[in-house]
Each structure stands twice: as structure tokens, then as C-alpha cells.
């Protein structure tokens, strides 16, 4: 199994990104039981919790990403999705998927004006 994300990049604080996560080698069934997450990492922090989003697709999230972040998820497409409006330069990061027990490689998302 891999997640594959992609998405990240440079933006403007005020933009958006979307990331997405794309699980392979992942059957159906697991990819829709299992709960789903996106992590990141700032330079010389830990890692936190972004949004995670459970089998019941209730989605939770960080109090610092309420109303700005939204997780999502297609089953047909084996997908995970992070929309993140008004970004600030505080959300610098390296951003991570979690399926279940996998992780993704993690993508770079630079907000800077």
C-alpha cells in the first residue's frame, strides 16, 4: 500500500491549496472502513492533527483550522482531500495523510508572501 499526496506548493497568505491523498494497492473495503486523517510538521515542532475524518465521515479538526480547513474523502477514487482557504504563514508545514495504519510521504505547503 501507498499514499501518494500531492497538492502542496507556495501560496500567498490570504490563498488556498487543495491536497490530496491517493491510496494504491488499498482494497475498497479497507480504504472506506478506515479512518482518515491529515497531519503536519513545522519546521522544529511536533506533529499535530489537521482533520480527521472517521468511517461515519464526520469530520474533526484542529481548533486553529476551524471554518478554514475541510477534509473530505472519495471512496471510488481512493482519495483523501484537504481544502484549505485563508491560509496563513503559521500553517507552514509538511502535510501528512493517514489511512488506517499508512501514511503518506508528505507534501510542503510554504505560505509567503
Known amino acids: 500500500v501507498q499514499l501518494q499526496a500531492s497538492g502542496g506548493g507556495l501560496v500567498q497568505p490570504g490563498g488556498s491549496l487543495r491536497l490530496s491523498c491517493k491510496a494504491s494497492g488499498m482494497i475498497l473495503s479497507v480504504f472506506s472502513r478506515s479512518d482518515k486523517g491529515w497531519y503536519r510538521q513545522a519546521p522544529g515542532k511536533q506533529r499535530e492533527l489537521v482533520a480527521q475524518?472517521?468511517?461515519?465521515?464526520?469530520?474533526n479538526y484542529a481548533d486553529s483550522m476551524k471554518g478554514r480547513f475541510t477534509g473530505s474523502r472519495d471512496n471510488s477514487k481512493k482519495t483523501v482531500y484537504l481544502q484549505m482557504n485563508s491560509l496563513k504563514p503559521e500553517d507552514t508545514a509538511v502535510y501528512y495523510c493517514n489511512i488506517g495504519k499508512y501514511w503518506g510521504q508528505g507534501t510542503l505547503v510554504t505560505v509567503s508572501s
Open positions: 475524518i472517521t468511517i461515519g465521515d464526520t469530520a
